[in-house]
Each structure stands twice: as structure tokens, then as C-alpha cells.
């Protein structure tokens, strides 16, 4: 901190004689002329003296007002002005001079020592509190800046600490919604098995008495001679076909079974299923079919095909809650060969609703295991995925078309058979039942007790010997202790499957020529214990017992194809 005193006094000794009364405390530099003593301002100095008569000079006194204007805010720059004793009141030239200079001591002429020195120091301690308050807000200023750095730095640490945890909130939240979607999944799932259960078990159980009527009708014509109770027969055989239809629909609904191919015409199977299409779609849409003029011959399970058609025949009906059309539709089309695809002819089935149609973005997610647009519980998100499943096992393949606002359309490829091969309703029909057959012993393994008297009714009415079981334990103690020439076993038993009575029975006596009637079997498992075994299909009439039941016998093992019933 600079503490000089700056002297300007142009007239005979005055500096020097301020000079001499202030340098025993104060460092005193004398400038003879208005330049030095402004030179000397611009450096750092405490205070000025300078006499009256030097500010007669209006250049000397404008540049220092730019001098003093030029000053930071913290400055204050004290004179001390040695006036001349005035007999009167000054001029106001002379008042405006010293107004200029802004803080002024006037000590006027002639002066003591002492009041130049106290003067001198109270400028000086002036001066030095100034210089303090620069001090003290160069200090301010820094601590503000590094207020300001710091508070960018907390600032700019809080957004980042913001978006970490604005990003862990957003990853946790997609996390608890996935967890949820999933647990939502497993839920609907599990509830869907659990009615999977229920419908199979009364599925079976209800196919059970199908079969008891169905049988029973039979054996009424063979005993009822009159011409009046044919009609009333056909028609009860008519409804209990229906109902085995329904019945094996909801077998296929409630369990996952394997696929048995057969020769089916498509264009016959749809014309068959129109009335059940139309009773699924309901009052409010229109069910047309828009079949091709070629037999549209195809090597697959019909049932499973039904129940691929169906499954999207319900979803059409969905898309529409306002009503529209239901279009099924079929061709035939030769494709190249490429990466879906094997090149060859194909039977494509094609179901088309007018409906809202689906946004692009979840077309590539429509096939998917348990995607679905439905809300939850009103779908498992399994039909497409079953249809797209069940056309690849087919050989063949499932894609949708949709435009939003457009409607939908699924197409089903499977491969072209033979356009001369005969369909199962052109084979030769099962032979009538014989008059004599051979004396062979048969035993009934059957846990129903009304199915498995009709069925050992009907096979003595054939003309076989015939021992029965209602389960398996008993039917093997029965083998056990009598080898049987044919065993013809139910499949569901409670205590053990068809399958395994099978197997143990073929351990306990070797080849065994088997039947397996049921109308329902996990076919994995079957072949697993029994190999393949003849599969009768329940409910069955006589003639198609009578028929399985010589061909088992003439091959032996009873390595025959699966045969239906009624």
C-alpha cells in the first residue's frame, strides 16, 4: 500500500516548507509542475497537496477531474488544498474548482504545524482504509468466484446424480413392470392350465358316455328289428357324433397332443366346420367361405387343423366388436424354394377379418408365446402361436398380413398331397360283422365300468371270449395268470396309464397284440413305454371294434394304424 504524499505548490517555498513539517511521518514527494503531480497520480499514492492558486489553472483542474472520474468505485482520493485567507466570499469559479476535486481539506493560509500534520494523517488514514476496502473486495470478488465454481460443480454433480438416478428409477420401474407382465403371465397361465384340467377331465368323462350311448345305439339296431326305430337311432347317432366332435375339440384345447397326419380334404373339413364358425363368430358377423375348385388334398391332423382355424376365427371375432365379415378362403400355389419355404405345392388357407387391423410395430410379435393384444384374462396370448406351431410341424408355415384400419388376414402353407389320393371316407368301409370268427380270448382293461361292458357286450355279440378289468393292477394279475390272445386297454386310468399296462404286460408275457382304445392319449408317452401300439379313437360303433380287433389279431403285435370311431 502506497502512503506517499504528493506535494504541488508552484509559488516560492511553500513545498519545501510542507516538505520539512511532514517528512518526520510522512514519505513527501514535491511536484514542481501540474504534469509531474499527474504523472505521480497515476501511481499509487495516499494524498495530495497542492496550493489555491495552482488550481487557477482550468486544464490543470479538468484533468484532474478526469483523473479523479477515472477512479474504480472503492476510491476516494483525498486533497488537502492550502487556501489563501479571502476577505470575502470566493468566486464561483473558485468553489466549482474545489467541488471538482471532490474530497477536499481547505486549511487556509497562514497555518500552524500541527493543523498541516493532523490533516496530513487524517488523509493518510483515509487513504489506507480505502486501500483496505479494495482489499476486502478483492477478497469479496475472489470468494464469489469460487462460490460460483463451486456451485457450478454442485450444481452440475446434482443433474448428474439426477439423470443416474432418473435412469436407475426409470430401470427399476421397467424392471417391476416386466416382473409384474411376467408374474400377470404366469398367473393367467396357471389359470389356464387349471381350466385346461377341468375341461379335459369333463372332456373325458363326457366322451366316456358318448361312447355308452354310441355303443348301446349300436347294439339297439342289432336287436331292435322294427323299420320305426332306425330313424330314431340315426338321429341319436347323429347327435352323439356332434357331441364326440365337441368332445375332441375340447381335448385338443385342454392338452397338448401329438400330431396324428392324415389325408384331409381342407375344402370338405371347412364346409363341415361352417356351422361351428358361425356359432363362435356370433350374431353380429358375417362367416364366408371363398373355397378354391381343387380338392385341396393335405397331409395333416384335422383336428389340430380345426382347431388352428378356429383359434383364429375367435381372435377375427375380437377384432370386430362391432360386427363385419369373416372371410375364409383357400388356393392352391407353387413356391419357390427359400429360407421358410421348401419349393413344391402348397394348400394355402387363408382367414381374413374387418377388423381393426394390427399397428406394424407388433406384427413381428404376433406369433410370439404369450404375446397378446387382448387385456389380461381375456386371452392367454397361445392361439397364434399354436397355429404358427402346428403349420411348422405341418411342413408348412403361418404369416399374417394387416394394415391398421384394414383388417387382418393369417395364412396357413401346408403341403399339397396328391390330387388323386383317397381320403379317409373313400377307403373301403369297415367290414360287417362277421358271422363266425375264431375262438380268441380278449381281456377288457377299462376303468369304467359302463364303457367297458358295452365294449365287452358288443365282443361277445362279435363272437370273441372276452375277461374283463377295471384297472390296471387287476387286468396284469389277469394277464399274469392267463396269457390273452388281444388286450384292448383304456389309455386315462387312475391307478396306471394304458401305456403302462401295456409295457408291463409285454414284460410279464412277451409280444401281446394290443389295443389301445381312448379318446384321448399323450402320444409321446405311449411310444415311449409301448411303442405303437392300434389306436381306436372313443367313441367307436361295432364294426369299427370288430375291424381293429381282426387286424390286430392277424398282425399279431397289434402294430396297426390309429383308427377312428363313429
Same mark, same amino acid.
Given at each position: ?41 497515476? *501511481? ?24 479523479? &472520474? ?77 462460490? *460460483? ?14 439423470? *443416474? ?47 355308452? =350311448? ?76 371363398? @373355397? ?55 394348400? =394355402? ?16 410379435? =404376433? ?29 408348412? @408355415? ?12 393369417? *395364412?396357413?402353407?401346408?403341403? &399339397? ?139 399279431? @403285435? ?9
Amino acid at each position: 500500500m502506497e502512503v506517499r504524499v504528493l506535494v504541488h505548490a508552484p509559488r516560492g517555498r511553500d513545498a519545501v516548507v510542507v516538505q520539512r513539517v511532514l517528512g518526520a511521518d510522512h514519505a513527501v514527494t514535491i511536484c514542481a509542475e501540474p504534469a509531474q503531480l499527474l504523472a505521480r497520480l497515476q *501511481e499509487a499514492s495516499a494524498a495530495a497537496i497542492v496550493t489555491e492558486e495552482a488550481l487557477a489553472d482550468e486544464s490543470f483542474v479538468h484533468a484532474l477531474a478526469e483523473w479523479l &472520474a477515472s477512479q474504480p468505485a472503492w476510491s476516494d482520493y483525498p486533497f488537502i488544498v492550502l487556501a489563501t485567507r479571502q476577505p470575502g466570499r470566493r468566486s464561483a469559479h473558485a468553489i466549482a474548482s474545489l467541488r471538482s476535486l471532490g474530497n477536499v481539506i481547505l486549511l487556509e493560509r497562514p497555518l500552524n504545524a500541527e493543523t498541516l500534520v493532523s490533516a496530513a494523517d487524517a488523509a493518510v488514514r483515509a487513504r489506507k482504509r480505502q486501500y483496505a476496502t479494495r482489499q476486502h473486495l478483492e477478497e469479496i470478488g475472489r470468494t464469489r468466484t469460487e462460490v *460460483e465454481r463451486l456451485n457450478s460443480e454442485l450444481e452440475a454433480r446434482i443433474r448428474e446424480r439426477t439423470r *443416474e438416478l432418473a435412469s436407475a428409477n426409470d430401470r427399476l420401474m421397467k424392471e417391476i413392470a416386466e416382473r409384474e407382465r411376467a408374474q400377470a403371465a404366469l398367473t393367467q397361465g396357471q389359470k389356464m392350465e387349471a381350466i385346461g384340467r377341468l375341461t379335459g377331465g369333463i372332456a373325458h368323462d363326457f366322451n366316456n358316455l358318448l361312447h355308452v =350311448v354310441n355303443m348301446n345305439l349300436e347294439l339297439i339296431t342289432l336287436y331292435a328289428k322294427e323299420e320305426k326305430v332306425k330313424p330314431v337311432v340315426d338321429r341319436a347317432r347323429s347327435a352323439a357324433r356332434r357331441g364326440a366332435k365337441l368332445t375332441g375339440q375340447l381335448l385338443s384345447f385342454a392338452r397338448s397332443q401329438s400330431l396324428l397326419p392324415k389325408l384331409t380334404r381342407v375344402n370338405a373339413l371347412l364346409v363341415g366346420m361352417k356351422d361351428l364358425l358361425e356359432i363362435s363368430a356370433g350374431p353380429g358377423i358375417q362367416v364366408e367361405l371363398e @373355397l378354391c375348385d381343387s380338392q385341396a388334398s393335405v397331409v395333416v391332423d384335422s383336428s389340430q387343423l380345426e382347431m388352428a382355424v378356429l383359434n383364429l376365427a375367435v381372435n377375427s371375432r375380437d377384432a370386430m366388436p362391432e360386427g363385419g365379415t369373416l372371410k375364409i378362403s383357400t388356393c392352391t400355389q407353387h413356391r419357390a424354394e427359400d429360407a421358410q419355404l421348401k419349393g413344391g405345392d402348397y394348400v =394355402v388357407v387363408t382367414v381374413t377379418d374387418t377388423g381393426q387391423g394390427i399397428p406394424p410395430q407388433l406384427l413381428s410379435k =404376433v406369433f410370439d408365446p404369450f404375446f397378446t393384444t387382448k387385456p389380461l384374462g381375456s386371452g392367454t396370448g397361445l392361439g397364434l402361436s399354436q397355429v404358427y406351431g402346428f403349420a411348422r410341424q405341418s411342413g408348412g @408355415l403361418a404369416v399374417v398380413r394387416s394394415q391398421p384400419g384394414a383388417g387382418t388376414a393369417v *395364412e396357413m402353407f401346408f403341403p &399339397a398331397a396328391p390330387a388323386d389320393a383317397p381320403t379317409r371316407s373313400e377307403l373301403a368301409p369297415p367290414p360287417a360283422l362277421p358271422q363266425r370268427v375264431e375262438p380268441r380270448n380278449i381281456l377288457v382293461v377299462e376303468d369304467d365300468a359302463d364303457v367297458r361292458r358295452v365294449i365287452v357286450e358288443c365282443l361277445r355279440l362279435i363272437g370273441y371270449s372276452v375277461t374283463e378289468a377295471p384297472n390296471g393292477a387287476e387286468g396284469l394279475a389277469a394277464i399274469a395268470n392267463h396269457k390273452p390272445d388281444l388286450l384292448v386297454v383304456d389309455y386315462a386310468m387312475p391307478d396306471m396309464t394304458g401305456a403302462e399296462v401295456i409295457s408291463k404286460a409285454r414284460e410279464l408275457v412277451g409280444d401281446l397284440p394290443v389295443i389301445l382304445a381312448t379318446g384321448y392319449a399323450d402320444m409321446a408317452a405311449v411310444e415311449r413305454l409301448a411303442g405303437k401300439p392300434a389306436i381306436l379313437r372313443k367313441p367307436f360303433d361295432i364294426n369299427a371294434l370288430g375291424a381293429a380287433v381282426a387286424t390286430a389279431l392277424e398282425t399279431g @403285435l397289434g402294430k396297426v394304424p390309429a383308427l377312428s370311431g363313429a
